[in-house]
Nanobody, 122 residues
Framework: VQLVESGGGLVQYGGSVKLSCAAS????????MAWVRQAPGKWLEWVAA????????MYADALKGRFTISRDNTKNMLYLTMNSLKSEDTAVYYC????????????????RGQGTQVTVAS
């Protein structure tokens, strides 16, 4: 399993960014996927998850309305679009593979990428 994130960087407060995750080494459309993040000095936080065909989507309550998770099974790609970014969104964002096809696996992943840093400048 290989998960490679991209798209992070320095973003202005209130701005937007789209993260991408290229997945390989497994049958992508058999599994739910997720984005998790870790801010400096804080615990890992689940951001969003999406079922194998995009039919199930879950978000952390505090992030609903600003973040959008999506996937393209034809390209083995996972995305996270983040809008209205705030300073507290500064974190390393990781793409994660869940253990089965449903978002009921929220909170449990079996593989995670190396992460991409998003820094929101005030």
């Amino acid at each position: 399993v290989q998960l490679v994130e991209s798209g992070g960087g320095l973003v202005q407060y209130g701005g937007s960014v789209k993260l991408s995750c290229a997945a390989s080494g497994f049958t992508f459309d058999d599994y739910a996927m997720a984005w998790v993040r870790q801010a400096p000095g804080k615990w890992l936080e689940w951001v969003a998850a999406i079922g194998w065909n995009g039919g199930e989507i879950m978000y952390a309550d505090a992030l609903k309305g600003r973040f959008t998770i999506s996937r393209d099974n034809t390209k083995n790609m996972l995305y996270l679009t983040m809008n209205s970014l705030k300073s507290e969104d500064t974190a390393v964002y990781y793409c994660a593979k869940l253990g089965h096809g449903s978002t009921t696996a929220w909170g449990h992943y079996d593989h995670r990428g190396q992460g991409t840093q998003v820094t929101v400048a005030s």
